[in-house]
């Protein structure tokens, strides 16, 4: 059918670059200010929920969700005829947007609940940055839309638009940790980001004005193309769907594992999601960089990595297991947004192809962020996820059909062969045990370079990865008895030694606290424990109580922020009033339970911490209530920043007695702290001493502190600040900028662990 369009004469070369420029420069900072928002403002949310990680994984899932919506919202505008009204509706929705900004938490938002942290994370950044961000989520498939209609030569294919989309993205995600954040403080980063939003609406209404100025030829009757481009059909919408979804929901896990299990270092986010980013602009490009049949190729491959990590363990090599992991995301992610790309629609249909990207983005993300957390008691949505990328490779035709009949007899075998010793304890068992990385190695990369030398279909490959994968639980790394306890802020294990020495409360690779339950002969520890890990009485943090109690020569009102194992209840002397004040409730009943640690239930059973984020929660006790404040709230090696500031020390201050002291514990592999400690108590008046200890005793659990003594006076801290103590008087540092609410710098802290070392 012709189209009832009259004819105009095609776009000037001149024309045609600037629709070009126009449109990608719309689309790029379209992309930049959308991913720039995401961490600028999940800072902002941190300090409610005590810094948790989750916090981000939570975002994710908010991000993806209303993504879809801004995907289906350009999808039905572009459904209507008018060329003229999408552009007004779009416009207008900006402007309304635009109303809105700075960015802020909405009012009513301060204190979150007693529970339910993730759905009341959803609604803050609903009714905060719903709009605006909804907006800028319809921008890179409506634009897309809009430039096919331009009559540009480059709208028969306009994907490599989502290509400089993402670049945007992929910018705007290494330039925050790297460039913003050390630089501005956050109120100038909403500023810029605002002004930033002014700009693109110019940018957009001059692509709709260009669109409006096309010729009308551009929009011919979409009926004349059906025949050559028929509409994709549901099961093909449902493979997208599924294609975005494993992806997406891996991006997630992968990071959880890597700060759970192998180093829960600060924005190690980053490193995944950049990948992520980059393998949709390296998909969408004209010319791919990387063969898609060599990705696919590879895919398998990664996938058997990804379990020899697993059985290796994060802890041999930290730089392999980390690039590992990282290098193994990245091949499954293109393959599977490669087979996204190269299925992808006509032009007609780009934004519905958009909103099957999105809402599977949004099911992955769902999955990862929010069930799986609920469900598993450890990171199980990881090797879940890698079983599920096998399925993401495209049918294929198998080599020996006659020969790939006995493939499933040959690996149930295998399977009976490797699982059921486990039911026994002979010699067989034990081999399995003790070489289970080698095992598990070759069942894995065997197994697949097997599966693909004889084209097996992706069926088979799912069953040699879930044969591997139940190898690895079946027969643990874990040296001794483990347990996990998994909440909204993390993933905590606890270990009990192969001797059954020591019960040890780790998060990923970090150990947090331990307790001797056994003496050296083998006999049961009895009476009040003592405690072991960073709170021994002749370390940082024994001597600084031990210091204030003497200086005081009565009874000590002490607060302590964070509650772990619960060794610090047993450091308190009888007739001494202690408040702990931690934010998971699971931590709580992990330490109260006797078969896990005793140091509450021997030490003080009728124990009730206030539960809550400590800048809330602390910020109600009484003024001069305490004359010691020990801050030990570390979460891993990712640290809740909002408790390392300049507002949280005066907080402490104010809450001080007079001749009273605050210690922070800042023992951190990848970060240096003390530092930041000495500013933000130099900024409040105070003077600080520091502890810094290499006991040499870790095969007794007793471990190298850093400590931090802040105080009015040197008086106040008794022996810590006389010439003969091992703590050293430290000043502020004049050209170290100090934390704030509003301005913090982690890549500053890692760089001066880096160059410093432990010293």
Same mark, same amino acid.
């Given at each position: 059918?012709?189209?009832?369009?009259?004819?105009?004469?095609?776009?000037?070369?001149?024309?045609?670059?600037?629709?070009?420029?126009?449109?990608?420069?719309?689309?790029?900072?379209?992309?930049?200010?959308?991913?720039?928002?995401?961490?600028?403002?999940?800072?902002?949310?941190?300090?409610?929920?005590?810094?948790?990680?989750?916090?981000?994984?939570?975002?994710?899932?908010?991000?993806?969700?209303?993504?879809?919506?801004?995907?289906?919202?350009?999808?039905?505008?572009?459904?209507?005829?008018?060329?003229?009204?999408?552009?007004?509706?779009?416009?207008?929705?900006?402007?309304?947007?635009?109303?809105?900004?700075?960015?802020?938490?909405?009012?009513?938002?301060?204190?979150?609940?007693?529970?339910?942290?993730?759905?009341?994370?959803?609604?803050?950044?609903?009714?905060?940055?719903?709009?605006?961000?909804?907006?800028?989520?319809?921008?890179?498939?409506?634009?897309?839309?809009?430039?096919?209609?331009?009559?540009?030569?480059?709208?028969?294919?306009?994907?490599?638009?989502?290509?400089?989309?993402?670049?945007?993205?992929?910018?705007?995600?290494?330039?925050?940790?790297?460039?913003?954040?050390?630089?501005?403080?956050?109120?100038?980063?909403?500023?810029?980001?605002?002004?930033?939003?002014?700009?693109?609406?110019?940018?957009? #209404?001059?692509?709709?004005?260009?669109?409006?100025?096309?010729?009308?030829?551009?929009?011919?009757?979409?009926?004349?193309?059906?025949?050559?481009?028929?509409?994709?059909?549901?099961?093909?919408?449902?493979?997208?769907?599924?294609?975005?979804?494993?992806?997406?929901?891996?991006?997630?896990?992968?990071?959880?594992?890597?700060?759970?299990?192998?180093?829960?270092?600060?924005?190690?986010?980053?490193?995944?999601?950049?990948?992520?980013?980059?393998?949709?602009?390296?998909?969408?490009?004209?010319?791919?960089?990387?063969?898609?049949?060599?990705?696919?190729?590879?895919?398998?491959?990664?996938?058997?990595?990804?379990?020899?990590?697993?059985?290796?363990?994060?802890?041999?090599?930290?730089?392999?297991?980390?690039?590992?992991?990282?290098?193994?995301?990245?091949?499954?992610?293109?393959?599977?947004?490669?087979?996204?790309?190269?299925?992808?629609?006509?032009?007609?249909?780009?934004?519905?192809?958009?909103?099957?990207?999105?809402?599977?983005?949004?099911?992955?993300?769902?999955?990862?962020?929010?069930?799986?957390?609920?469900?598993?008691?450890?990171?199980?949505?990881?090797?879940?996820?890698?079983?599920?990328?096998?399925?993401?490779?495209? #049918?294929?035709?198998?080599?020996?059909? =006659?020969?790939?009949?006995?493939?499933?007899?040959?690996?149930?075998?295998? #399977?009976?062969?490797?699982?059921?010793?486990?039911?026994?304890?002979?010699?067989?068992?034990?081999?399995?045990?003790?070489? =289970?990385?080698?095992?598990?190695?070759?069942?894995?990369?065997?197994?697949?370079?097997? +599966?693909?030398?004889?084209?097996?279909?992706?069926?088979?490959?799912?069953?040699?990865?879930?044969?591997?994968?139940?190898?690895?639980?079946?027969?643990?790394?874990?040296?001794?008895?483990?347990?996990?306890?998994?909440?909204?802020?993390?993933?905590?294990?606890?270990?009990?030694?192969?001797?059954?020495?020591?019960?040890?409360?780790?998060?990923?690779?970090?150990?947090?606290?331990?307790?001797?339950?056994?003496?050296?002969?083998?006999?049961?520890?009895?009476?009040?424990?003592?405690?072991?890990?960073?709170?021994?009485?002749?370390?940082?943090?024994?001597?600084?109580?031990?210091?204030?109690?003497?200086?005081?020569?009565?009874?000590?009102?002490?607060?302590?922020?964070?509650?772990?194992?619960?060794?610090?209840?047993?450091?308190?002397?009888?007739?001494?009033?202690?408040?702990?004040?931690?934010?998971?409730?699971?931590?709580?009943?992990?330490?109260?339970?006797?078969?896990?640690?005793?140091?509450?239930?021997?030490?003080?059973?009728?124990?009730?911490?206030?539960?809550?984020?400590?800048?809330?929660?602390?910020?109600?006790?009484?003024?001069?209530?305490?004359?010691?404040?020990?801050?030990? #709230?570390?979460?891993?090696?990712?640290?809740?920043?909002?408790?390392?500031?300049?507002?949280?020390?005066?907080?402490?201050?104010?809450?001080?007695?007079?001749?009273?002291?605050?210690?922070?514990?800042?023992?951190?592999?990848?970060?240096?702290?003390?530092?930041?400690?000495?500013?933000? +108590?130099?900024?409040?008046?105070?003077?600080?001493?520091?502890?810094?200890?290499?006991?040499?005793?870790?095969?007794?659990?007793?471990?190298?502190?850093?400590?931090?003594?802040?105080?009015?006076?040197?008086?106040?801290?008794?022996?810590?600040?006389?010439?003969?103590?091992?703590?050293?008087?430290?000043?502020?540092?004049?050209?170290?900028?100090?934390?704030?609410?509003?301005?913090?710098?982690?890549?500053?802290?890692?760089?001066?662990?880096? =160059?410093?070392?432990?010293?």
């Amino acid at each position: 059918m012709s189209s009832s369009q009259p004819s105009a004469a095609p776009n000037s070369a001149s024309r045609n670059r600037l629709l070009l420029t126009v449109y990608t420069a719309a689309i790029f900072v379209s992309a930049l200010l959308l991913f720039s928002v995401q961490p600028l403002f999940t800072k902002m949310v941190l300090p409610r929920l005590g810094g948790s990680p989750a916090v981000w994984s939570v975002a994710m899932v908010f991000f993806q969700s209303l993504l879809l919506g801004g995907y289906a919202y350009a999808h039905f505008l572009m459904q209507l005829r008018s060329r003229v009204l999408p552009v007004v509706i779009h416009v207008v929705l900006l402007i309304a947007a635009l109303l809105t900004l700075p960015l802020a938490i909405a009012n009513g938002w301060g204190e979150p609940p007693d529970s339910g942290y993730a759905f009341w994370l959803l609604g803050l950044f609903a009714v905060s940055i719903g709009l605006p961000f909804f907006a800028l989520a319809a921008n890179n498939p409506m634009l897309q839309a809009w430039f096919v209609r331009t009559g540009h030569p480059d709208g028969r294919d306009p994907y490599f638009l989502y290509a400089s989309s993402n670049i945007g993205s992929f910018l705007a995600l290494l330039s925050y940790p790297v460039l913003l954040e050390p630089m501005f403080s956050l109120r100038t980063q909403n500023l810029i980001w605002t002004s930033g939003y002014g700009l693109l609406i110019l940018l957009i #209404a001059g692509c709709g004005f260009l669109l409006m100025r096309s010729p009308a030829v551009a929009i011919a009757s979409p009926e004349a193309n059906e025949a050559a481009a028929p509409a994709p059909g549901w099961m093909q919408r449902l493979r997208w769907i599924f294609l975005a979804a494993v992806p997406s929901g891996l991006l997630i896990a992968v990071t959880a594992h890597i700060s759970t299990d192998v180093a829960a270092a600060p924005l190690l986010w980053v490193l995944p999601l950049s990948l992520y980013l980059l393998t949709w602009v390296l998909v969408f490009q004209s010319r791919p960089l990387l063969p898609h049949w060599f990705i696919l190729l590879l895919q398998p491959l990664a996938v058997a990595g990804v379990i020899v990590l697993l059985a290796v363990g994060g802890e041999q090599n930290l730089l392999l297991t980390l690039g590992g992991h990282q290098l193994a995301f990245f091949v499954i992610a293109m393959a599977c947004h490669g087979e996204l790309a190269r299925t992808r629609p006509a032009p007609r249909y780009l934004t519905g192809f958009y909103v099957a990207l999105s809402f599977g983005g949004m099911v992955g993300g769902l999955f990862a962020g929010l069930i799986a957390p609920y469900t598993f008691s450890w990171i199980a949505e990881y090797p879940i996820l890698v079983a599920l990328a096998v399925l993401c490779l495209p #049918a294929q035709s198998e080599r020996f059909s =006659r020969w790939t009949g006995w493939y499933w007899l040959l690996l149930f075998v295998a #399977a009976v062969a490797l699982i059921a010793p486990s039911y026994t304890t002979g010699q067989w068992h034990t081999w399995l045990d003790t070489q =289970r990385v080698y095992v598990i190695s070759a069942v894995a990369v065997v197994g697949m370079i097997i +599966a693909l030398l004889l084209r097996a279909d992706r069926l088979k490959l799912v069953a040699i990865t879930v044969l591997a994968l139940a190898l690895l639980r079946i027969y643990p790394a874990d040296d001794g008895r483990v347990e996990t306890v998994r909440s909204f802020f993390g993933v905590h294990k606890i270990q009990v030694t192969a001797n059954g020495q020591y019960h040890v409360l780790l998060h990923g690779t970090t150990i947090h606290g331990a307790e001797k339950y056994l003496n050296n002969d083998g006999t049961p520890v009895t009476g009040r424990p003592e405690p072991i890990s960073y709170y021994y009485k002749d370390g940082g943090m024994g001597q600084a109580i031990a210091a204030m109690r003497a200086r005081k020569g009565a009874p000590l009102r002490a607060a302590v922020i964070g509650l772990g194992t619960g060794s610090l209840v047993c450091a308190q002397a009888p007739g001494e009033n202690w408040t702990f004040f931690e934010i998971d409730q699971t931590m709580v009943d992990t330490a109260r339970d006797p078969k896990y640690f005793s140091y509450i239930s021997k030490c003080q059973p009728d124990i009730k911490p206030v539960i809550g984020d400590a800048r809330l929660t602390f910020t109600k006790e009484a003024d001069g209530a305490y004359d010691l404040i020990i801050v030990d #709230a570390y979460s891993s090696d990712a640290i809740p920043i909002h408790l390392a500031t300049q507002e949280a020390m005066a907080i402490y201050k104010a809450k001080l007695a007079p001749g009273g002291a605050v210690v922070m514990h800042v023992s951190n592999r990848h970060l240096e702290l003390a530092s930041v400690v000495t500013g933000i +108590a130099g900024a409040n008046g105070l003077t600080s001493w520091v502890f810094n200890e290499d006991t040499g005793r870790d095969a007794e659990y007793i471990f190298s502190t850093n400590v931090v003594i802040s105080a009015r006076d040197a008086a106040d801290v008794g022996s810590v600040a006389q010439p003969s103590s091992s703590w050293t008087l430290t000043a502020a540092k004049p050209d170290q900028r100090v934390w704030t609410d509003d301005y913090s710098n982690i890549l500053g802290a890692v760089w001066r662990r880096l =160059r410093d070392g432990d010293n």
